[in-house]
């Protein structure tokens, strides 16, 4: 089944020097463990490919639900520097947000998810 | 207002400024619209330092959070008749004069009596940044590994983050206000809970609850309704937004509130989304006092607006300081133009292809050339999705290089497409852009040993 991050997950991210971090948050505590499979380091590199320059590191937080990505290259040069509307990074947590997830229906039943639309 | 001195004693810290800029009327109402024994007020981004020396430069009397005068004044009742105590990194590269601001406008007021104003000073390491660097501290980029010496002359500040050790230091002296230069936005709130419960130097649990508790309200509204993407539609009346009190325990848990009858929403999410903003390693968040564990954090509800934070663990701090070099990089401009329906991308992207034939033309380099299309692609990029036709776009175009005369002379650039471009066009009624100089952000490292804060005690 077809399931949409931003159904299942809300987010906010933030800058330090050129690099920006999204925290992802689980929307319900179980829902946890569907993070924790589905945002992989090779899943979140190839949805931002083209987005940043850099290479992506992976943080867990069993504790908050929340999986925390640093996304490096992201700001054009970051803060100052930085020509882009998003110079600090404050709109990449809903960027993060338009992932797709693809979650067997097993699980997607048992998670009780929500699917996305059909387009 | 503090009670009792059992370990049911609590000690309630304000928050009532996330950055320079924020909100001037919550100062005053976070000491008006409840009981509270301190209010923390932060000032200062990682780019704030060099903007205040420059100012200083101009005029020795200045480089401070100018707003903390207004703030002050705004909370002056509250300190002098109910004992509220103030904590603010608003002194910017001058503590001093913010400090004699502040006392000449209670002079004003007739409550200069009331005031005892600790200021902690030796963070500011511009006048030893040549000492430093012979004594073998190469201040190299955190990021890149560049020692200092590529862009020494360009260098316009350098500020050591320092910690909660002068600020309870302040307090233990009397003070009832304490203004820093660039301490720590988590030791402004840190620091109280120190000094009232007693936190040993090497109590590494609680003096890191205190740090996550200052990272959960230095950022203002953030943590209670504001900026929250979680139930967005349904926060209530975020016009009265109620900033966020911690109310601390000795034993280091503590419950993030907020006033009765304001608006915004406090609740397990909401602070969650704060406790990520800005993470790194979530295992080691470092600051001058601790490493704190934000994988320790254990949140649940404790009643409406109310969220009880525990668990939380730290570990001994480094033998290091983080310091904010701030200096000259360039200089850049961004301007815009508006076209309409229909085929409003079209008009815009061959704007940007006339625009730079044009540049190309002239021969003028940039380092950078950044075109954007608001309302298509300006913040998602490549990831947005094109739903229909956009009913118009913004064009907008920024340039950055380090020759200030080809960035002038491509603020005349946009103009003319108005009359000489496509089709459709308007919103140029702001005229040229700004030049602005780019003030670049250098972080590095510096041995604790070769820091030394001093603090002084004005009435």
Known sequence: MKVRLVDVAHARSGDKGDTANVGVIALKPEWYSLLREQLTLDRVRAHFEGVIT???????????HAVNF????????????????????????????????????????KLNLPAAPRT | MTSGSSSDRIVRVASGQGFWGDWLDAPRRQVEGGPVDYLMLDYLAEVTMSILQKQKERDPAMGYARDFIGAMESVLPAVKDRGVKVIANAGGVNPVSCANAVLEMARAKGAAGALKIGVVTGDDLLPRLDELIANGQPLANMETGEPLDTVRDRVLSANAYIGSVPI???????????????????????????????????????????IIAGHIIECGAQCSGGNCLYDWRN?????????????????????????????????????????VYEMGDPHAYITPDVVADFTSIHLESAGEDRVRVFGITGRPATDKLKVSIAYRAGFKTVGTLVYAWPDALDKAKLADRVLRERLDNMGLKFDELLTE?????????????????????????????????????????????????????TGFAGG????????????????????????????
């Open chain 2, 168 to 210: 309870v230091e302040a307090l233990r002296r009397g003070a009832n206000v304490v203004i820093t230069g660039r301490s720590t936005d988590t030791a402004l709130t840190m620091a109280p809970l120190r000094h009232e419960f007693g936190w040993a130097a090497d109590d590494w649990d609680r003096l890191a609850a205190g």
């Open chain 1, 70 to 109: 640093l996304l490096h290259g992201a700001l054009g040069g970051g803060g100052t520097v930085s020509l882009k509307t998003d110079a600090q990074g404050k709109v990449f947590s809903t960027a993060m947000l338009r992932m797709l997830l693809d979650v067997p229906d097993a699980e997607a039943r």
């Open chain 2, 432 to 459: 040229r852009p700004k030049v602005e100089e780019i003030v670049a952000y250098w972080p590095a490292l510096v041995d604790k040993t070769a820091v030394s804060t001093k603090v002084e005690v004005m009435s």
């Open chain 2, 235 to 275: 926060i209530p009346d975020l016009a009265n937004v109620g900033y966020p009190i911690v109310e601390a325990r000795a034993d280091g848990t503590f419950v993030i509130t907020k006033h009765p009858h304001t608006g915004g929403r406090i609740n397990v999410p909401s602070v969650t989304e704060q406790l």
């Open chain 2, 373 to 425: 299309f608001v309302g298509v692609s300006a913040t998602h990029g490549p990831l947005a999705v094109q739903e229909g036709e956009p009913q118009e776009v913004q064009l907008r175009v920024g340039v950055r290089g380090p020759d200030r005369k080809a960035v002038e002379r491509f603020t005349r650039e946009l103009a003319p497409l108005v009359l000489n471009g496509p089709p459709s066009v």
């Open chain 1, 54 to 64: 850099g290479d992506v590191q992976r943080f867990e937080l069993p504790n908050l």
